[in-house]
């Protein structure tokens, strides 16, 4: 889908979009190791989810993502 087409929050802005696309180009990118401070302050939850999928996808392609968060949501997604 087109970034014209997506539904846009009244409460996103560029620089949250930004994030999280980065999140999820990531996977794409032979990095290896994220680290994610704060990622998801003042996302809101549709973002939210679509950053935590692509954190998830960058793990189960063998990456680490570290995710520093105080969000207990965000904590239950966590891969000990």
């Given at each position: 889908m087109s970034a014209s087409m997506r539904p846009r929050c009244p409460a996103?802005?560029?620089a949250r979009e930004a994030?999280?696309?980065a999140v999820q180009?990531?996977?794409n990118r032979a990095i290896g190791f994220?680290?994610?401070?704060?990622p998801t302050t003042g996302l809101h939850?549709?973002?939210v989810k679509k950053l935590l999928e692509g954190a998830a996808r960058a793990g189960a392609q063998g990456n680490t993502v570290v995710v520093s968060k105080h969000n207990l949501e965000?904590?239950?997604t966590a891969d000990w």
């Open positions: 996103s802005s560029p994030r999280t696309r180009n990531a996977q994220y680290i994610l401070d704060e939850s549709h973002y965000v904590i239950k």
